[in-house]
């Protein structure tokens, strides 16, 4: 039986986390069960409570939760261990601040289900329409940044729709606990030899997802922290 | 005389650990090149001083004290290093606890209701 899992890493997104889980689809060609993981990583608003309520009407619905909030990478690290736990065939992560549409995680489900690459990658950059000036440039800067650090080019380095395969599953080994996970995720590609691919998606930008997303800043304080790393590396 | 061994015995030391951690695959490639060259270089310009003197002047500082904050800045690197691989070791091992926290709740909910997700196999 073919197990898909969308994982949803969640960090005080209660305004909008029910919606975000109304979306995703209820079957999609090729997965014969989805499970649908959200993370949340130690919000205040209750953001849990609101999935919790939403998963007891959706047996497809597990809400974990970390006691203290430790960032993305945290929370996705989290979601590939449940995933691994639970045999899962596919993970995706899903954004859960609504920047996603539906029928692009089909599009990614479905270039993973027909083996394009182990990791593939929805980028809103192959057709950015609607996305501020501000964060294509700090998106090609952070790509520019990945491709300088890791050697691997990509077009939307700091998605947060993609789609493993088992073999990327089970292979991925993640150490960033913040949003520098992004750009790791590109650099695991290389270093464990998997296949990646890219399907065009697009971003839906609301005021709560500018509000909610990365920050200009943020981009520098990811290349500080990835250059800190690769200079100082961790046990 | 005593600045070279001094400089060398310090750049061994730093080279050491740097080479352990890449064996041991804890460090990236870049990261051993740019401490390597790091290292390597503290250990060839304490034996070209004339080099470096040229180098003084054309910053402004000709001093013998300059060898001294030289060799403080490197003890300072090296301090930071270690400091920032604590830290980050640290930092991992309270994300595990709070990842193994959240997974292991998940476990009782799954035994308190059996319909919820179990691992296959």
């Known amino acids: 039986m073919a197990r898909l899992c969308i994982a949803v890493p969640a960090f005080n997104e209660a305004e909008v986390i029910a919606a975000t889980l109304r979306s995703i689809p209820r079957a999609l060609a090729g997965a014969d069960e989805i499970a649908i993981l959200v993370v949340d990583d130690g919000s205040s608003d209750g953001t849990s409570a609101r999935a919790l309520a939403l998963g007891a009407a959706d047996p497809r619905v597990t809400v974990l939760r970390h006691a203290i909030n430790r960032g993305l990478g945290a929370a996705i690290a989290t979601a590939f261990a449940w995933a691994r736990a639970h045999a899962c065939d596919w993970l995706i992560t899903y954004d859960a601040d609504g920047q996603h549409a539906p029928e692009d995680l089909a599009a990614v489900f479905a270039a993973l289900a027909a083996g394009r690459g182990d990791v593939v990658i929805g980028s809103r950059m192959l057709h950015p329409r609607g996305m501020p000036w501000y964060r294509v440039v700090g998106n090609w800067g952070l790509n520019v940044a990945t491709w300088i650090l890791f050697g691997v080019w990509t077009t939307d380095s700091q998605s947060g729709l993609r789609g493993f395969d088992r073999r990327a599953l089970e292979s991925i080994v993640l150490r960033q606990d913040r949003m520098a996970v992004s750009s790791e995720l590109i650099k695991e590609i290389r270093a464990r030899k998997l296949r990646a691919a890219e399907v065009p998606i697009r971003a839906i930008y609301t005021d709560y997802s500018l509000r909610k997303g990365q920050r200009s800043a943020n981009g520098i304080n990811i290349v500080f922290r990835l250059l800190f790393d690769a200079l100082f590396g961790g046990e | ?121």
């Open chain 2, 1 to 121: 005389m005593l600045i070279r061994l001094l400089a060398v015995g310090l750049a061994l030391f730093g080279a050491r650990r740097v080479i352990i951690r890449y064996r041991k695959g804890q460090s990236l490639v870049f990261e051993f090149l740019v401490w390597m060259v790091i290292f390597a270089g503290l250990a060839i310009v304490v034996f070209i001083p004339h080099e470096t003197d040229r180098f003084a002047r054309l910053v402004g500082v000709s001093t013998g004290f300059n060898a001294l904050v030289f060799l403080v800045i490197v003890g300072l690197l090296l301090a930071v290093q270690r400091l920032f691989v604590r830290t980050q070791q640290l930092e991992r091992e309270l994300t595990q606890l709070v990842r193994t926290l959240a997974l292991g709740e998940t476990k009782s909910a799954s035994a308190r209701a059996p319909d919820s997700s179990e691992p296959r196999g």
